[in-house]
């Protein structure tokens, strides 16, 4: 929320309550993006419940090191990725 806050303070559009009445093309425009997104997560989520349902299965003490694991590599990636 912060960053679409500083985002509308880029662009000189004061965020509060008066958005929906001094730019509704904006406001309307970001609810429907909100409806769009949720959509499409459904769409692709739905077939994918068994998938998440195996992942639920893996014991915690094997699946925790591997989430650190993927987070450790991907801080490592783009840490080198902005050095290039």
Known sequence: MALFFG???IHGIQPGPLLLKDHPD???GLISSMYIG???LLILNLPLIPMWV???K???R?????ILLFCI?????L???SLK
């Open 62 to 66: 094997i699946l925790f090191p591997l």
């Open 26 to 28: 904006i406001f309307w």
């Open 54 to 56: 195996q992942v639920l």
């Open 58 to 60: 893996i014991p915690s």
């Open 73 to 77: 590599i991907g801080s490592y990636s």
């Open 7 to 9: 985002a509308l303070l």
């Open 38 to 40: 949720n959509g499409m």
């Open 79 to 81: 840490k080198t990725a």
